[in-house]
């Protein structure tokens, strides 16, 4: 069965240090999909990434980029120079085969992100 | 984009009711919807698969009787909580794929509806 465990249950920070969300996650399959997504206090998921298993390069979107290594079965998240706006409860999530799961995902536990000013 | 909706956003009820949240996607078709249950500080835990025209699929302890879905349409799935209970409080998160099979199908997530049972 497939798993995603976010060891850092909350991550305090001051606004313009970079910080780190650790994903790791299990699975079986060999296709696969990772995802990361933001939920503010408003309970709306927003999605940030997907990612394919077959797919390692590492990707960077402004203030955002993902580090994602199958050797280590990891998919890390970093927000550099974080601004209070982006404290939120952080999900990382897997997807496995779509033709079986039909894309339903397994969420991480979470991670609570709290960028002080 | 595509986008899910859900109704009502939130809902409070006394104990023994039963309420019904409806998750329908506004400029798509869906075949399968999936219902995610989310207690306060924890994480999104996947409750069924909603299939048109068949049957739900309950994930492992999820009651089937406490927890009714009807995926009347293609574009409208309900989820019933029946006799609901302070333990039931929580926050309900349809999603929707945009199709089904080979390569990844996109998934939309509803805004969610936060139950409080009195």
């Known amino acids: 069965a497939q798993k995603v465990t976010q060891a850092q249950t909350e991550i305090s920070v001051v606004e313009k240090e970079d910080v780190t969300l650790d994903c790791v996650y299990e699975?079986?399959?060999?296709?696969?999909?990772l995802f990361w997504y933001k939920q503010p206090p408003s309970g709306e998921l927003v999605f940030l990434i997907r990612?394919?298993?077959?797919?390692?390069q590492n990707e960077i979107s402004g203030r955002y980029s993902w580090n994602f290594q199958k050797s280590t079965s990891s998919f890390n998240f970093t927000i550099t120079a974080s601004q209070v706006v982006d404290s939120a409860v952080y999900f990382c999530?897997?997807?496995?085969?779509?033709?079986?799961?039909?894309?339903?995902?397994?969420f991480g536990e979470g991670t609570q992100l709290t960028v002080n000013p | 984009g595509a986008v899910v909706s859900q109704h009502p956003s939130r809902v409070i009820c006394k104990s023994g009711t039963s309420v019904k949240i409806e998750c329908r996607s506004l400029?798509?078709?869906?075949?399968?919807m999936f219902w995610y249950r989310q207690f306060p500080k924890q994480s999104l835990m996947l409750m069924a698969t909603?299939?048109?025209?068949?049957?739900?699929t309950y994930e492992q302890g999820v009651e089937k009787d406490k927890f009714l879905i009807n995926h009347a349409s293609l574009t409208l799935s309900t989820l019933t909580v029946t006799s609901a209970h302070p333990e039931d409080s929580s926050f309900y998160i349809c999603?929707?794929?945009?199709?089904w099979g080979e390569g990844y199908n996109e998934q939309f997530f509803g805004p969610g509806t936060r139950l409080t049972v009195l």
């Open positions: 999603s929707a794929p945009s199709g």
């Open positions: 400029d798509f078709q869906a075949t399968t």
């Open positions: 909603s299939n048109e025209g068949s049957k739900a």
């Open positions: 999530a897997l997807s496995e085969e779509p033709e079986t799961s039909g894309s339903r995902l397994t």
């Open positions: 699975t079986r399959d060999t296709t696969y999909y």
């Open positions: 990612r394919n298993s077959f797919d390692e």
